[in-house]
């Protein structure tokens, strides 16, 4: 063995000096004869890869921002979701999503919009939130006509047929009976905490259409909220991966002239309602003891989201509220990961690993364009739900203490690492550039994010929770809450140094 690895070490110098002979005056640093010269990729200034927006005469804006490669994304952002429906029943954005990239003029079914994207490598997707609907597409740069066609008839020109519609129906029954099935509750407490939070008005409408609503909504109705809210002054056409150039001239020649199917009268019943916090609570009571069978179920819970006003995406203290929200963190008690994972975050510290019986604990911030809502989200066995409740109203109470230098400038780095890796997606980038623009007419690019994060100190954090913890309490609870405290009890709790609550005395256990 030793002579044969010396042997090939023999072997290999014989080779290096044979190759040195070859090029006795060549420098790393200077190209090799014969073999061309290679092209490096060079920044030619940031402003190659800003957002550029322009507004075109009809009032549509068009938005975008160059990024290398081949493929681009492109939609087309509506203000327009379920917190619009004021003056209609609610459902109809719900409707909607379901509806996208059905027959449209052009097309005469989904089958056939799908073949043209395939051409192209591309998918579509619709999606609907309380304040937008997004109508996005992912295909080959070499595509983009055709793409802003399709996203154009699919936008202003769908057919909206009945067998479409009575399909919808069913895909919207089958949805609500599995949210209320479906192990995961989230997205049903957060439906309720919102009910809860904006009683009656805007983001409190229901983002999912209500069982009654199903048969009420028809093509009539669709067409009469479809004038009023699809308008070129409330769309934003966004692009990302493509030249603003070709996006703003394919614009013109497929959204600026075009007539609604709807007609283009002027837009009438547009709900121009300011969001108005009310807190308060709601609660469902549910058998949650079967819901999710099998060798290892999952045992009963019951589930309390507690939140608290926050503010607008518009206003300054937005920045501080997010970093706020990162620093409470949490998750389940089953997550497993380092730093990165949120393990040192308060509610992991001072929640899960001190309370073993506790599921969940976690921090979520909703922000609108008139107001917003931090909460948090906790899950435990039934007969513990008192002091599980005392334990979440403790943590926001202790929001208001000084943040530690160490855990605020992980909260402020961990935010800004999902941010900017965030921000490596395209599909990402392009609904941060269609919501902003959407939403401010103008886009703050992450360095500018950064830069205000870090400018976070820990007397901001402590401003914004005391502001937030002069609102009243939003609560939502799920399962069986024969343990649950009063609303009241809840609220003095909230107002008190050390959120505790009340105590009660019983005779009988």
């Not at 200077?30 to 800003?50: C, M, N, Q, R, W």
């Not at 479906?182 to 809860?196: C, F, K, Q």
């Not at 389940?332 to 990961?337: I, K, L, M, Y």
């Not at 000084?402 to 690492?417: C, P």
Request: hydrophobic share 40%; net charge neutral; charged share 25%.
């Amino acid at each position: 063995i030793v002579q044969s690895v010396y042997d090939y070490c023999r072997f290999g110098i014989a080779v290096c000096r044979q190759y040195s002979s070859a090029y006795p005056s060549v420098s790393l640093s200077t190209p090799l004869p014969g073999i061309p010269k290679p092209v490096f990729a060079s920044v030619d200034g940031h402003e190659k890869y800003e957002t550029k927006i322009t507004t075109l005469e009809n009032g549509l804006k068009v938005a975008s921002r160059n990024k290398f490669g081949q493929f681009c994304t492109v939609g087309i952002l509506v203000n327009s979701g379920s917190r619009h429906e004021a003056k209609y029943p609610s459902g109809i954005a719900h409707f909607l999503e379901k509806l996208s990239f059905s027959s449209t003029a052009q097309f005469e079914s989904k089958d056939e919009i799908l073949l043209t994207l395939e051409k192209h490598g591309g998918i579509c997707d619709c999606q609907t939130s309380r304040d937008t609907t997004m109508y996005a597409v992912s295909a080959e740069v070499k595509g983009l006509d055709t793409v802003v066609n399709l996203l154009s008839d699919a936008v202003l020109q769908p057919r909206l047929l009945d067998e479409e519609i009575e399909m919808t129906r069913m895909a919207v029954r089958f949805e609500l009976e599995d949210l209320n099935m479906r192990p995961d509750p989230e997205p049903l407490l957060t439906e309720m905490i919102h009910a809860a939070a904006y009683r009656g008005n805007t983001v409190g409408l229901p983002r999912f259409c209500p069982p009654e609503n199903v048969e009420k909504i028809d093509r009539k109705l669709l067409h009469k909220y479809l004038q009023s809210y699809y308008c070129p002054q409330r769309m934003v056409l966004a692009g990302v991966g493509i030249e603003h150039e070709q996006l703003v001239q394919c614009a013109r020649k497929y959204l600026l002239n075009v007539k609604p199917v709807w007609s283009t009268s002027t837009p009438a019943n547009v709900d121009k309602s300011v969001a108005q916090y009310t807190g308060g609570i709601v609660k469902m009571v549910k058998d949650m003891s079967d819901v999710s069978l099998g060798p290892t179920p999952i045992p009963e819970l019951t589930h309390i989201m507690i939140g608290l006003e926050s503010c607008s995406f518009l206003e300054d203290d937005f920045i501080p509220f997010a970093v706020l929200n990162m620093m409470m963190g949490g998750g389940g008690s089953f997550s497993a990961g380092g730093p990165g994972k949120g393990m040192f975050t308060r509610l992991y510290l001072n929640v899960l690993n001190r309370h073993h019986w506790m599921y969940n604990a976690t921090s979520y911030h909703h922000s609108y364009e008139d107001s917003g809502l931090l909460c948090i989200h906790a899950s435990a066995d039934p007969r513990q739900v008192r002091e599980m409740v005392e334990i979440i109203t403790r943590e926001f109470i202790q929001m208001a203490g000084t943040a530690g230098e160490m855990e605020l400038e992980r909260a402020k780095t961990q935010l800004k690492s999902m941010l900017m890796m965030n921000l490596e997606s395209r599909p990402v980038i392009f609904e941060d550039v269609g919501r902003q623009v959407l939403a401010t007419g103008k886009r703050k690019l992450p360095h500018e994010l950064c830069e205000l994060i870090s400018n976070v100190t820990a007397s901001d954090i402590k401003r914004v929770t005391m502001k937030m913890l002069r609102s009243k309490p939003a609560v939502a609870a799920l399962g069986d809450l024969s343990e649950l405290p009063l609303y009241e009890d809840i609220q003095a709790a909230l107002s008190s140094k050390d959120g505790r609550l009340p105590r009660i005395y019983r005779l009988f256990r």
